[in-house]
């Protein structure tokens, strides 16, 4: 099929079963990645995953990871840092090692191991966010589970750096101090900049006045902070993660006539259109279509451990950290369940994971399968418990 009756046809259908799922409350990420399985070689055929989607797929992973960082907010974990901390670490500690254990015991390899830990141990902040819109819950339960997410996205950006030095060759004591210090001195000089320019310059009010001229100074910090996150021997999406991050600060800057965060809305809103209807589609469209595992090498038992790993880790984990808080028991179990989904940013990594030849198509679908599966059960679990308790 040609690139761009294929292209059309994937659109058509992803956006037809987003709004059928939509009526029944199912993540649209589901509808895209399905069109993909359906349409591409797993089931039907009919497209193939060509350079011409991998291309747009990669621009639209990169613009993803900017909109979560546009959307991403430092003021969501400012009253309860240490509680947001806390419960955001021992979720993904225990995810993580039951994600490694689960892995491990089934007889991959230490690196495989590893990088399926680090996926699980991840929260989808759309997920989370999504589940707090259509949910009631107090104030402070909210703010944990946001400050907690955003935390599990910093931590994520960590492991993908990680990551990707183990692709690039072992990791021994020396390089890994090195990978670390690399890591985290990108990161602070990146907030560091977000601070005195974002936050407080004077002449960046110039540029935010005018829209176009904002739009495009975006685009450029997203593909120049792309370019030094690789250059430095991280994962691109790490710097487009970083761009949104800091140009999200906007928020916090002291502005009376409150043009600056008018402009960062419009700048979302221009870009959630965009996003939302072609370039976040595609990319887990692509995801689907190289979605090709041998049928005998999926093991239901795998996927099951796994779901459960990831359910569960959160769970305890995440539940932990909330009573350690001082939240209640019932408080804790909430946030403990609220932070069991995984999202975009998994599927990010897993293609990644897939590409770099870390993990292969049968640890890479089972994975898949249980972040869509915890996508769609996590908002269904809280809102059946935050029923039960107002009973």
């Known amino acids: 099929m040609e690139f761009l009756a294929a292209l059309a046809l994937l659109l058509v259908v992803a956006k037809s079963l987003e709004w059928l799922f939509e009526r029944i409350e199912v993540h649209p990420i589901i509808a895209h990645v399905l069109t993909g399985i359906v349409l591409g070689p797993f089931a039907l055929g009919i497209v193939e995953p060509g350079e011409g989607l991998r291309v747009l797929a990669e621009f639209g992973l990169i613009m993803m990871m900017l909109y979560m960082g546009l959307t991403s ?9 240490k509680k947001a901390v806390l419960v955001a670490s021992l979720g993904v500690a225990f995810s993580f090692l039951f994600g490694f254990l689960t892995v491990y015991t089934f007889g991959k390899n230490i690196a495989a191991a ?9 929260t989808a902040i759309e997920v989370t966010s999504g589940v707090l819109v259509r949910e009631r819950v107090k104030r402070e339960v909210s703010s944990i589970l946001m400050g907690a997410a955003f935390v599990d996205d910093i931590i994520a950006v960590y492991l993908i750096g990680i990551i990707t030095g183990m692709t690039k060759g072992s990791l021994n004591v020396t390089s890994f101090g090195v990978l670390t210090f690399k890591i985290f001195a990108f990161i602070v000089s990146a907030l560091i900049v977000s601070e005195l320019v974002f936050k407080r310059s ?22 120049t902070l792309a370019i030094i996150a690789e250059w430095v021997g991280l994962n691109q999406i790490i710097g487009a993660y ?20 008018i402009k960062l809305n419009e700048l979302i809103e221009d870009l959630q259109v965009v996003l939302t209807e072609f370039f976040i589609p595609l990319f887990f469209i692509y995801v689907g279509l190289v979605f090709n595992p041998p049928l005998k090498a999926l093991s239901p038992v795998l996927i099951a451990l796994l779901y459960l790993s990831a359910v569960l880790g959160k769970l305890l984990g995440c539940g932990l950290g909330a009573r350690l808080s001082d939240l209640s028991w019932s ?15 998994e599927m990010a990594i897993l293609t990644f994971g897939l590409g770099a030849g870390i993990i292969d198509q049968a640890l ?13 059960t996590t908002p269904i679990f809280f809102k059946k418990y935050v029923e039960k308790r107002k009973t």
């Open 242 to 261: 970083l761009a949104g991050l800091t140009i999200s600060r906007l928020r916090e800057r002291k502005d009376p006539l409150v043009v600056t965060r």
């Open 73 to 81: 907010n430092f003021s969501a974990i400012a009253q309860n840092t």
């Open 364 to 376: 890479f679908a089972s994975v898949i399968t249980v972040s869509m599966l915890t996508a769609l």
């Open 331 to 345: 408080d804790s179990v909430a946030v403990g369940i609220g932070m069991g989904g995984r999202g975009s940013l």
């Open 114 to 122: 590893v990088f399926v830990g680090a996926t699980l141990g991840n």
């Open 202 to 223: 004077r002449w960046f009010y110039s540029i935010v006045k005018n829209l176009n001229v904002f739009f495009t100074f975006t685009l450029i910090l997203t593909f």
